[in-house]
């Protein structure tokens, strides 16, 4: 299983390749007014425009200072398309399955809904279809305007 | 003392009494009818003898001497008044110690008190008796005994007067000399009294005299020492102004050194401060270029981070590619690689470039206080040229003082040794005054003892 692992704030996060389109340096994040916090922006991808969550505001962690350099993880689940923000990106990892623990017990908030294992080394595996479709972190404006 | 008691006096040592009188008459043979004619020519006397008395004026006055006397106020009348009483007198017919008293009493014929010795007492006797004899020969000359016995009675009673006029001259003498012995003794010893007086201030004058000379010889004795040691002060005066002179035209000579060298360091401080401050212009420069390297660097990164992203971004398809993509992901791998070491290589220059600009600012700090240090600097050699010269007049100034004083001192010199002459002068005159003070001193008591002698001498003398 390929792995791209990423960190943002104090934490580690990895994406499976075969939902990754690509990595982009965040030069300019346009901000959108009347959504929730953990939308950082808008950006300008080939002509596309693509939302940049940032995991960090959504499950409530400490996002800690920007980085210098931050990236946007360009994620593809079915027609959605999104932005994650990052603040480094490490090398692909290629994981066996049974080196993958399932979620601790003890998250019972939002990060048991989008996290579907930890690594040894203390990546959360992200669930991007789960993130990508739960449609109560949509914005209700237009929505499949803004799918596309 | 009246003159009639003067003369009883002078009588009584002559030893006239009664008994000389006796014997007096008996040597002329003066008798009773002697006295009987005498009385008879009484009248006849009298009664001419105005006429007498004007013949002898006459007479007198054909002598200088005579003339002077009588040419005296009432000189004339007082004579004639004595004449008249002695020639009067003599025809009183009674010649006992009465009338010899009378005549020893009486001027003899005004003679005396006019001052007329006795060659005038008998040139008017004489006078008198001729014109007597010529009354007795116009009277008795018919009668040869009776004119004979009146020449005699005349002659004899005439001798007798004599004796006492005589005897009279003699007490007057005698009296006469006693006044001038006593006199004579009296002003001698006034005049030795007046000389021991002197002799006894001379040697008063001699011994205040002889003190203060002894006096001045030791303060002309102090004199000459403080003479002395002001000379030598002089001379001590004279050498350290030429000691100073010399020490100040060596140090003219140093200040004019220490200028040129002042000038010297003003001179490589100006070319200091250019070479500073071109050193500061150079470091600028260097400070721009590395700030240009910077940004060169920065570009280097950026490229870099493109070529990471690139790289993963290949090695992400060349994962999705699979088995045909395991190659292409060792490449960009690499690729990885060769961007993160670039990017290491960028923040070591980066690192190394702000130490590069650290040293440079610092350099340029230092190289502007050096500048600032150097403007002191050339301040300070200029205000210690400014001093150097002052000091440089002031030296001048002094060793023209020390000239001047030089000069003095040798003046001074030359007055003291001219005036150390004149001490020695007075010295020697002082010794010499000494000397005549003691001579003095010496004439002095010898005079004092001669006065003693003089003393002794009145003495026996007045015995």
Not at chain 2, 90 to 119: I, K, N, V
Not at chain 2, 302 to 307: G, L, R, V
Request: proline share 2%.
């Amino acid at each position: 299983m390929h792995l791209i692992a990423f960190s943002r704030g104090d934490h580690r996060y990895g994406i499976e390749l075969a939902y990754l389109s690509e990595i982009r340096p965040v030069t300019r994040c346009t901000p959108v007014p009347g959504v929730p916090p953990f939308y950082v922006g808008v950006i300008h991808v080939r002509g596309d425009i693509i939302a940049v969550l940032d995991i960090a505001v959504l499950f409530g962690r400490e996002p800690g200072a920007a980085a210098a350099e931050q990236f946007a993880i360009v994620v593809t689940s079915g027609d959605i398309t999104a932005g994650l923000l990052a603040d480094s990106v490490d090398d692909v990892h290629d994981l066996l399955p049974g080196r993958i623990h399932p979620p601790l017990t003890t998250f019972t908030d939002r990060r048991e809904r989008y996290i579907s294992g930890l690594s040894q080394d203390g990546v959360s595996i992200l669930d991007v279809d789960k993130l990508l479709h739960d449609e109560r972190l949509w914005v209700r404006q237009e929505p499949s305007e803004e799918r596309r | 003392m009246s003159k009639a008691s003067n003369d009883a006096k002078t009588a009584e040592l002559l030893g006239i009494d009664d008994a000389e009188i006796a014997t007096r008459r008996s040597l002329l043979q003066i008798g009773p009818d002697d006295e009987a004619v005498m009385s008879g020519l009484d009248a006849v006397s009298r009664a001419r003898l105005p006429e007498w008395l004007n013949e002898i004026e006459a007479h007198f006055r054909a002598f200088p001497e005579a003339a002077a006397a009588l040419n005296e106020a009432g000189a004339v009348e007082a004579m004639k008044t004595a004449q008249e009483g002695y020639f009067g007198g003599l025809t009183a017919g009674t010649y006992d110690e009465a009338f010899a008293l009378s005549r020893l009493s009486q001027d003899r014929a005004g003679t005396s008190s006019a001052g007329l010795g006795p060659q005038f007492y008998l040139a008017a006797y004489s006078l008198f008796v001729r014109g007597l004899l010529h009354e007795i020969f116009v009277r008795y000359g018919h009668d040869a005994a009776l004119l004979g016995s009146a020449i005699e009675a005349i002659v004899k009673t005439m001798f007798l007067d004599f004796s006492f006029a005589l005897h009279a001259y003699v007490a007057s003498g005698k009296a006469q000399e006693e006044q001038l012995k006593r006199s004579f003794i009296h002003q001698l010893t006034n005049a030795a009294e007046q000389l021991n007086q002197a002799s006894l201030n001379i040697l008063m004058a001699t011994s205040a005299q002889s003190t203060s000379a002894s006096q001045q010889a030791a303060a002309i004795n102090e004199i000459t020492s403080t003479i002395n040691e002001v000379k030598q002060t002089s001379q001590q005066a004279l050498e350290k102004a030429h000691g100073v002179i010399d020490v100040a035209e060596r140090s003219v000579e140093a200040s004019k050194v220490g200028g040129r060298a002042v000038e010297q360091s003003i001179e490589g401080m100006h070319q200091i401060k250019e070479q500073v401050e071109s050193i500061a212009e150079k470091i600028l420069a260097l400070s721009e270029q590395t700030q240009m390297i910077g940004e060169i660097i920065a570009t280097v990164n950026d490229i870099a981070e493109q070529s990471k992203l690139l790289a993963l971004n290949a090695s992400i398809e060349a994962a999705k590619a699979g088995e045909h993509g395991k190659g292409f992901a060792v490449v960009s791998m690499e690729i990885r690689n060769l961007a993160e070491q670039s990017k290491q290589a960028t923040i070591q220059v980066r690192k190394i470039l702000g130490e590069i600009q650290k040293a440079t600012n610092s350099a340029v700090i230092v190289t502007e206080e050096g500048s600032k240090r150097v403007e002191t600097g050339v301040e300070l050699a200029n205000s210690a040229g400014v001093n150097i010269h002052q000091l440089t007049e002031a030296i001048e100034e002094s060793a023209r003082m020390a000239k001047q004083i030089a000069a003095s001192a040798k003046q001074q010199s030359i007055g003291m040794e001219q005036v150390s002459i004149a001490m020695g002068n007075i010295n020697k005159a002082s010794t010499e005054n000494v000397k005549s003070i003691k001579q003095t001193e010496q004439v002095s008591r010898s005079l004092g003892a001669l006065t003693g002698q003089i003393n002794k001498l009145i003495e026996e003398f007045s015995k």
